[in-house]
């Protein structure tokens, strides 16, 4: 709770100010001429003495530079302070830090604000003095000097001074990392270091995809977006069952049903960076292993179309031999089952995958959200689709009537009740046996965005030309339920590459997950 301390009007001001002025002037002409400077400092460090031994407050000074370096204390106070500053406040000072497209407001000269944390009432005060002239200094100083005093109670400080200065970095890194761009990483640059031997490239990330645009059942998508945020606020959790804190999710789909919109939607939403790792570029396990260990917290690395990515189907073949390998073979673990040849020169392993996503390695940092994207999830191997290993699989379906409704909201701005009666319902009758992606509506929508009676009317056109077709086809599936879609799809993918794999454990479902974040 936080309040802004009111100044006095101007005209009270010059009063008080004038004559405290001429009684101070006064008392100096007086001193100087009665006390040497010596007894004049002794005669005030001790009133100083007096008056602190006798106040029930205690000061404490947070310079903007510490020596010569300067206070990370003083920059988190001012982030922190900013983000409770209202921008109707008298006077206030804007800063906009690089890398960051957000304006941050901070509290401008001698200017006070009020605080409470845990129930106690703390005082900050920003004091901008002038700097006395320098002598030769290989860095020269500002020439103000810049500091927040906190007055806190004294019986108040053991009870909180620590853990109030540990809030505050904590909510400043917090608000830093909120106003900074979001960065997008990729290893394109294939195994080679630059200067600093780094192997990302990395590039500001300025995707708009938000949940709130994202066509897909809505209690599907709130799911998501919990799993999103206990996944984020979950470090105690993490810590208390032993568990690294990072998670897997499996998006898989036809192309156009927002697999890619999906990772986007939650790098915004979450405000993490995005790694985009590039299989193809890396050459073998333990480059792959240096990518991780560069990769930062609160990041989330993507392997788009990981069934093209790298050849995950050799195991398949091993499997027809009786002497076949596994993934619990120790020379396939150490890399030597590679499927290098296959892939041009590429000889990264399933194993090294694996380990990738949830060997020891895959816990250097934390905060991390491993995504894999595919259009076929029948071509993955079993191992990847496990318990444990992605936790969540989320199948990105064909357009539904629910999320027909949020395209229709995002590009023609309307909603349900601006639309007659019979459309909605052709529309709802028609959409699902259209099989159509939420591209493919996007891209008739857009088309005839300016008109939009003409945009409904071609939409509705063209759902039911596809519909028909489906239909004369015979390739409509009978279920048409996202439930029964999913479990489907996963029960396909376990089956097809089971024959005689070793990896027989079951798919978890989202209902699982959620037992398991419980
Ligand atoms: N569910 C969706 N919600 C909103 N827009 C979508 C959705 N799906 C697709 N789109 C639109 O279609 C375009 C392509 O979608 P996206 O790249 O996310 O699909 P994808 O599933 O990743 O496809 P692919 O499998 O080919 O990579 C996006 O730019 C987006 O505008
Ligand atoms: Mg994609």
């Known amino acids: 709770m936080i309040q802004k301390v009111e100044a006095n009007t101007m005209k009270e001001y010059w009063t008080s100010f004038a004559s405290l002025l001429g009684v101070l002037a006064f008392c100096q002409s007086l001193l100087q001429v009665i006390f040497p400077p010596e ?5 005030l460090k001790f009133f100083n003495r007096i008056f602190h031994l006798f106040s029930s407050y205690c000061y404490f000074d947070i310079t903007e530079i510490d020596g010569v370096n300067t206070n990370e204390l003083y920059n988190a106070v001012q982030l922190y302070l900013s983000s409770f500053v209202s921008i109707n406040g008298s006077r ?4 906009r830090a690089l890398n960051s497209s957000a304006i941050t407001f901070g509290l401008s000269n001698n200017d006070c604000i009020v605080d409470s944390f845990n129930g106690v009432t703390v005082l900050w005060e920003h004091v901008v003095t002038q700097r006395q002239a320098q002598t030769f200094s290989w860095r020269p100083l500002p020439e103000e000097k810049r500091g927040f005093t906190l007055r806190i109670k004294k019986r108040d400080k053991s009870l909180i001074l620590d853990s109030y200065l540990d809030y505050i970095m904590e909510r400043a890194n917090e608000i830093r990392r909120k ?3 979001r960065l997008l990483y990729t290893n394109s640059r294939g195994g080679s270091l630059d200067s600093r031997g780094y192997p990302w490239e990395s590039v500001p990330f300025k995707h708009p995809s938000t949940f709130d645009t994202l066509a897909m059942d809505p209690v599907k998508k709130q ?3 919990d799993d999103l945020r206990d996944f984020a606020n979950g470090q105690s959790f993490y810590q208390r069952t032993g568990r690294a804190w990072k998670r897997g999710y499996l998006l898989y789909g036809p192309p156009g049903t927002g697999k890619s919109s999906m990772i986007a939607a939650m790098a915004n939403y979450l405000s993490y960076d995005i790694y985009d790792l590039e299989l193809t570029e890396v050459h073998n396990n333990s480059e ?3 990518l991780l260990m560069k990769t930062s917290s609160k ?3 993507v392997i788009e179309d990981i069934d093209c990515s790298i050849n995950l189907t050799n195991r398949k073949k091993n499997n027809n031999n009786p002497g076949a390998r596994n993934y619990y073979d120790p020379e396939m673990r150490r890399g030597s089952g590679s499927v290098s040849g296959e892939d041009g020169g590429n000889s990264i392993t399933l194993s090294g995958l694996l380990n990738f996503t949830d060997g020891l390695w895959s ?6 959200i491993f995504v894999f994207t595919t259009n076929h999830i029948e071509r993955l191997d079993p191992a990847l689709l ?3 290993r992605m936790d969540m699989h989320i199948y990105m379906s064909y357009c539904s009537y629910p999320a027909l409704k949020i395209l229709l909201k995002n590009y023609l701005g309307y909603e349900e009740s601006d639309l007659d009666d019979n459309v909605l319902k052709e529309l709802a009758e028609v959409v699902d046996s259209a099989e159509m992606t939420p591209a493919d509506i996007s891209e008739v929508l857009i088309k005839n965005r300016r008109y939009k009676q003409k945009a409904v009317s071609k939409l509705l056109e063209a759902l039911k030309t596809r519909a028909e077709r489906n239909v004369k086809s015979g390739s409509l599936r009978e279920k048409n339920s996202d439930d029964v879609e999913d479990e489907e799809q996963e029960k396909r993918a376990l089956e097809s590459p089971k024959e005689g794999s070793e990896f027989e454990e079951p798919c978890k479902n989202e209902e699982e997950d959620e037992e398991k974040m419980k």
Not at 363 to 368: A, D, N, Q
């Open 39 to 43: 007894l004049r400092f002794a005669c």
């Open 92 to 95: 206030l000072s804007l800063t």
């Open 179 to 181: 106003n900074q761009d």
């Open 223 to 225: 799911k998501i977006m």
């Open 288 to 290: 792959l292993r240096k």
């Open 299 to 301: 990041s989330i690395i």
């Open 363 to 368: 816990c250097c940092g934390s905060e991390r």
């Open 386 to 388: 496990r318990s444990g």
